[in-house]
């Protein structure tokens, strides 16, 4: 039953993790390091997922998986995204994740849509084979579980419409133990296409106990409200909604407090000069964290989000493409026009990759003729980082 306007969710409990609003930062590979998560806290209340590791990387010490796993000093509550398709590895890295990063919160990523992992039955076509995906979920389970640590999991409706997974893996998530099952509303073969299925989320939220997080397509908080009252689930995971946005987790904050104003957080837009004081923390925080060349490397990734609507000539947007020092950054900026007011048009509107629909997902032979796989062993590289 979808819940009143009145009934919106105070907070998040997820296990022994008390989250205090009832909002969650989509782990996004490439996009959800340490400052951005951060950057993103600052602005309200919420957990803050870290950008997917790798099962195999994190037992076999793989470089590149341990300086992903990178904590501000500030961030309490350490919550981090596992990827893995072997039982085994996946309760190893929940160990060494709860044993030594004192993490808070472990997910599990059963949503990457990328053809190289599905061609090996990883991230959404790994739900298929309901066995595996609940060998996997009971190791993590148990291995977290002497640290008191919840384990989510998250996932997409399915493989393709006629290959629905997301109710099974619902009840099965609840039936290993785990804290909380976030859908994103789409399947494998949409990728980021079309509009996201919110009835899917409600049709879970039906189907098991445990909390459902609703995810996909929330472009502004009263979005997040909407699919909160539409389908009862127990909080929301935003993703793209916040590139060049991490403001939004401070509407999302007042929105869930009940405090959303008439005008839907059109008085507290940001000014041009606004975002650019965003845009110097968010490189600032990246520097800190990966020095200053990379720092402004990573950083060039999320201009464009950042300027969407403004008026920025190309040549400034080009230039601030190709930012190498801080220095650099605050003299570009200073060309912009800090009285310029939020582009309105923005409003609502899709930002981040949307691609095309798959004619056919890339699946390992013969993968749709067994639903179980119980004690398959799966091939899985460690530096998987391709994402959900
Ligand atoms: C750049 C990018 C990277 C992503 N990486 C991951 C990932 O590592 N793990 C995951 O579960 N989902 C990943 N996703 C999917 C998001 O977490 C989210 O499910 C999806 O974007 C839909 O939500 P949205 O409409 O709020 O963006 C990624 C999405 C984007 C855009």
Redesign the pocket.
């Known amino acids: 039953m979808p819940t009143s306007p009145t009934a919106l969710p105070a907070g998040l409990t997820l296990g022994s993790l008390r989250v205090d609003t009832p909002v969650v930062l ?7 390091n340490a400052a951005y998560r951060r950057l993103c806290a600052e602005q309200g209340a919420g957990l803050y997922v870290c ?2 590791i790798t099962s195999r990387g994190l037992v076999e010490g793989d470089q590149h998986t341990r300086d992903m796993l990178v904590f501000d000093e500030l961030e309490t509550t350490r919550s981090v ?1 596992l ?1 893995g398709t072997d039982p085994v590895y996946v309760g190893k890295a929940a160990e060494i994740l709860c044993a030594e990063y004192g993490v808070a919160h472990i ?1 599990l ?1 059963f ?2 849509p990328v053809p190289k992992v599905t061609r090996k039955g990883g991230g959404g076509a790994l739900p298929w084979k309901r066995g595996l995906l609940g060998e996997i979920l009971e190791h993590a389970v148990a291995a977290a579980a002497p640290y008191d640590v919840p384990v989510t999991m ?1 996932t ?1 409706k399915g493989i393709d419409d006629d290959h629905l997974t997301y109710l099974d893996a619902g009840r099965i998530a609840q039936e290993s133990g785990v804290a909380a099952i ?1 859908l ?1 509303g ?1 399947t494998v073969a949409q990728a ?1 296409s079309g509009a ?1 299925d919110w009835d899917a989320i409600a049709a879970l939220v039906d189907h098991v106990d445990i909390p459902v997080l609703g ?5 502004e908080a009263s979005d997040a409200v909407r699919m909160v009252e539409q389908t009862g689930a127990a909080g929301v ?7 060049g946005r991490p403001w939004i987790f401070r509407d999302l904050a007042t929105a869930f407090r009940g405090e959303a104003p008439v005008d839907g957080f059109r008085a507290t837009l940001p000014t041009l000069g606004e975002v650019t004081s965003m845009m110097r923390r968010h490189a600032e925080l990246l520097c800190q964290h990966l020095g200053e060349e990379r720092g402004c490397k990573e950083f060039r990734k999320h201009v464009s989000w950042y300027l969407k609507g403004f008026a920025a000539g190309g040549e400034l947007r080009r230039s601030l493409g190709l930012v190498d020092t801080l220095a650099t950054l605050d003299r570009l900026l200073a060309d912009l026009d800090p009285t310029e007011p939020f582009p309105i048009a923005e409003l609502g509107s ?1 930002r ?2 949307q691609g095309s629909p798959r004619g056919r997902v890339a699946l390992p032979e013969g993968w749709l003729d067994d639903t179980d796989g119980s004690g398959s062993h799966l091939q899985e590289e460690a530096g998987e ?4």
């Open positions: 989509a782990p996004m590979a490439g996009i959800t950008e997917m995204q990827y997910d990523n949503g990457c998250k997409r976030a994103h789409r980021y996201a995810n996909g397509d929330i472009w995971v935003v993703g793209r909604g916040c590139l899709p981040g990759r980082t391709t994402g959900g």
